[in-house]
């Protein structure tokens, strides 16, 4: 299981540093949006700072999968980026769909994985 959980957080760490590296530095022209898609990302655009804090947490979540240091905290701290990744694809661009399950089961799979260093946390007192 060691193996698989190493694994599994260095092709999120992979995945996450592609994607934010590619965002943050303009490296791929964006594709033409339209509908509700359009609706969506003008809303995070107008914010001026949504996608760019975003893609930074990514990084920074990135990077801690690919050292293994701070895996669990990582873990937790990408998992609403990626709960809003799956829903982005089910509701405006199942196209995507495949790769966001995949990327949310292997977030599911690093909880599970580490779920001793969240017990704690998780106790009523």
Do not use: W
Request: charged share 10%; proline share 4%.
């Amino acid at each position: 299981m060691k193996i698989a959980a190493i694994i599994v957080r260095v092709l999120m760490g992979l995945m996450f540093a592609f994607s934010s590296v590619v965002v943050l530095f303009n490296l791929v022209p964006q594709p033409e949006l339209s509908g509700d898609i359009k609706t969506f990302m003008d809303g995070l655009a107008v914010t001026g700072y949504m996608m760019t804090t975003v893609k930074i947490i990514e990084l920074v979540c990135a990077i801690a999968f690919l050292s293994g240091m701070f895996v669990p905290l990582a873990n937790v701290v990408i998992f609403p980026i990626n709960v809003n990744i799956l829903l982005y694809h089910v509701f405006l661009a199942p196209e995507g769909l495949v790769i966001s399950i995949l990327l949310m089961l292997a977030n599911l799979f690093l909880a599970y994985y580490y779920r001793d260093k969240y017990m704690h946390i998780l106790r009523a007192k």
